[in-house]
């Protein structure tokens, strides 16, 4: 089946008990047990819920993954993923990630003794000179966040495990979604989502997911996920799910309003720099137009003023909403220094306090290029 019919179906039979065509919100912390571990498939809910195992496969098959796990966030994701890792492993990531990702391993885990280093994926020397004796994960995000660089996944992928079959090629998907790129079946081992943006797609809740086809890393990773319990609850699983059936209408939308937003922005006379992988001055419009089925609802962009008129501009707006995250239905703007990247602050991934980042909404892609007019001429 196509990605569009998977994610309204995968993972979602009619409920045996009643035929209700919606996943049941399987609102029960345990499960009755006839004897002893004679059960229906389900003990304790922090261990399995039905909900959630319906969102678990549906991921899963909307990655080509032959395994998917669900998680209370983003974060809590990323964290089990890394869990995975001993004292002494290396992650060579990106230079660009989400500020938590960042936070994450420089606050958190470098004291336990793991070592990360960030390097330009998108230069695939870089990635050579890069890769270590001890180098376990790649981490890559694309694009990244804020910066938009879109990574060759198959390249950096074969390249990765040339050097080592060991090493673990992990691909934050959380900007392309697997309706715009499957990153496992361009060579990555894992794949790891914050639900919270475009699979939820409505900001109405917060979570994240893991997918891989890895059975011997997926009975780590599920070890993980009961021993320490990051799990979502069965609402905000249903609610991903319920958000996944639109999945590939929103992308579609996204994309073609956010092209036509860039354009208006590079045409812009106050604007002086846009980032967006579907304009062919991106450095990497070329990777991207072969690696993606569309650019992406996300767009990062400068003005002439600088910091100053950023600052000004992200107040003016009145559709774009001031907030953090992404990929929901309506369009929100934010400057990643002092909000969603405050963590890099000092670091190398440090972003400029002139960065502004959107997030291109579903709303008519006219009355959000009128909004961002009219912000940019109260400057
Ligand atoms: O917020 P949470 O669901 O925990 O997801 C974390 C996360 C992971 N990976 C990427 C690429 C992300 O962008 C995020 C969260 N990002 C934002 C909240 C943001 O505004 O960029």
Redesign the pocket.
């Known amino acids: 089946m196509h990605i569009e019919s998977l994610a309204i179906h995968a993972g979602q039979k009619p409920d045996p008990t009643t035929g209700a065509v919606m996943t049941p919100i399987y609102q029960t912390s345990t499960f009755v047990q006839a004897g002893v571990g004679e059960h229906q498939g389900y003990e304790y809910a922090r261990t399995g819920n039905p909900t959630r195992a319906a969102l678990e496969a549906c991921l899963a098959e909307l990655e080509g993954a032959a395994h998917g796990l669900a998680f209370a966030?983003?974060?809590?994701a990323?964290d089990t993923i890394l869990k995975l890792l001993d004292p002494g492993d290396h992650v060579l990531a990106s230079n660009d990630?989400?500020?938590?990702?960042f936070r994450l391993f420089d606050k958190q885990y470098r004291k336990y003794g793991l070592d990360f280093s960030y390097a330009e994926l998108t230069d695939l020397d870089a990635v050579r000179a890069g890769l270590r004796p001890n180098t376990r994960f790649v981490w890559i995000?694309t694009p990244t966040?804020?910066r938009l660089k879109v990574v060759d996944i198959a390249a950096v992928a074969e390249i990765a495990h040339t050097q080592n079959p060991e090493i673990r090629v992990v691909v934050?998907n959380?900007?392309a979604t697997p309706y715009l790129h499957q990153p496992l079946t361009l060579g990555a081992d894992v794949v790891?989502h914050?639900?919270?943006?475009y699979l939820g797609g409505h900001s109405d809740v917060?979570?994240?997911a893991i997918q891989t086809s890895d059975t011997a890393l997926f009975e780590k990773l599920k070890f993980l996920q009961n021993a320490a319990g990051a799990v979502p609850g069965p609402m905000d699983c249903f609610l991903v799910l319920r958000g996944l059936k639109t999945l590939a209408v929103r992308m579609d939308r996204h994309g073609e309003n956010a092209l036509a937003v860039a354009q208006f922005l590079a045409d812009h006379p106050g604007v002086a720099d846009v980032i967006y992988p579907g304009l062919d001055t991106h450095p990497q419009h070329a990777v991207a137009a072969r690696q993606m089925r569309n650019f992406g609802g996300m767009i990062s962009f400068t003005l002439k003023g600088g910091a100053e008129a950023a600052r000004k501009l992200v107040a003016a707006t009145r559709l774009f909403a001031l907030a953090?995250?992404?990929g929901g239905v309506e369009s929100l703007i934010?400057l990643p220094a002092g909000?969603?990247h405050g963590s890099t602050k000092g670091s190398p991934l440090e972003v400029g306090p002139e960065l502004i980042r959107i997030s291109v909404g579903l709303e008519h892609k006219q009355d959000l290029i009128e909004d961002l007019a009219q912000a940019l001429a109260s400057q």
């Open positions: 966030s983003g974060m809590a990323i990630v989400y500020g938590g990702t995000e966040n804020p934050d959380t900007f790891v914050s639900t919270t943006k917060v979570g994240g953090e995250s992404l934010e909000m969603t």
